[in-house]
């Protein structure tokens, strides 16, 4: 009995843990460049960066001898009070492509400046459908789920597997513990 409810319980837990990572979406994040403090200390390294829609910019830098920070001329983005270590990150987001001049406010003078050139996000086209009559889809996606084929059949097996397990066992017992009976209802009837 306890291990029926052993296989039962371990069976659940794969059926969860498969289902729960068959609908899984790996997101498509954006690049990250990284803008430090070049060994000056009052420059910005890379000075002019190329980037798109999504991409994000982390301001990053540790132990400087000044104390700095990034901070765009309109105010999209701000790292913060000066400081000598900073780990700032500003994701650019669809719509916001242009170009983007961000300053150390107080080393700005000194010509502490940065520019951040943001391109439209890449238009990602799908390729035209060979077969458009096709009723039936590769990938059996329907309003957005997805059928986890392998996942499931796999599941399913070792379900049906474990269920078969189960019922010889009880079956079996219970024939032979019938034969033991009538095995002990002929030696009576003999014996009488």
């Given at each position: 009995?306890?291990?029926?409810?052993?296989?039962?319980?371990?069976?659940?837990?794969?059926?969860?843990?498969?289902?729960?990572?068959?609908?899984?979406?790996?997101?498509?994040?954006?690049?990250?460049?990284?803008?430090?403090?070049?060994?000056?200390?009052?420059?910005?390294?890379?000075?002019?960066?190329?980037?798109?829609?999504?991409?994000?910019?982390?301001?990053?830098?540790?132990?400087?001898?000044?104390?700095?920070?990034?901070?765009?001329?309109?105010g999209?983005?701000?790292?913060?009070?000066?400081?000598?270590?900073?780990?700032?990150?500003?994701?650019?987001?669809?719509?916001?492509?242009?170009?983007?001049?961000?300053?150390?406010?107080?080393?700005?003078?000194?010509?502490m400046?940065?520019?951040?050139?943001?391109?439209?996000?890449?238009?990602?086209?799908?390729?035209?459908?060979?077969?458009?009559?096709?009723?039936?889809?590769?990938?059996?996606?329907t309003?957005?789920?997805?059928?986890?084929?392998?996942?499931?059949?796999?599941?399913?097996?070792?379900?049906?597997?474990?269920?078969?397990?189960?019922?010889?066992?009880?079956?079996?017992?219970?024939?032979?513990?019938?034969?033991?009976?009538?095995?002990?209802?002929?030696?009576?009837?003999?014996?009488?």
């Open positions: 009995m306890k291990s029926t409810i052993l296989v039962v319980m371990c069976s659940v837990f794969l059926l969860s843990t498969v289902m729960a990572t068959s609908n899984y979406e790996i997101q498509d994040e954006g690049e990250v460049v990284v803008v430090s403090v070049d060994s000056t200390n009052l420059r910005f390294s890379p000075e002019t960066i190329t980037i798109f829609e999504g991409d994000s910019v982390r301001f990053f830098w540790s132990g400087e001898l000044l104390a700095h920070n990034a901070v765009e001329e309109n999209l983005f701000d790292s913060g009070d000066t400081s000598r270590n900073v780990d700032y990150t500003y994701t650019f987001k669809i719509g916001e492509n242009g170009t983007y001049t961000y300053v150390c406010e107080p080393h700005e003078s000194l010509g400046v940065g520019t951040i050139i943001v391109q439209s996000a890449p238009i990602e086209e799908e390729p035209p459908d060979e077969n458009p009559s096709s009723d039936i889809e590769e990938n059996s996606e309003d957005g789920f997805e059928v986890p084929h392998v996942e499931l059949g796999l599941v399913i097996g070792i379900l049906l597997l474990i269920f078969q397990v189960i019922r010889i066992r009880s079956f079996g017992g219970t024939k032979l513990e019938d034969a033991e009976n009538q095995e002990e209802g002929l030696e009576a009837e003999i014996l009488d």
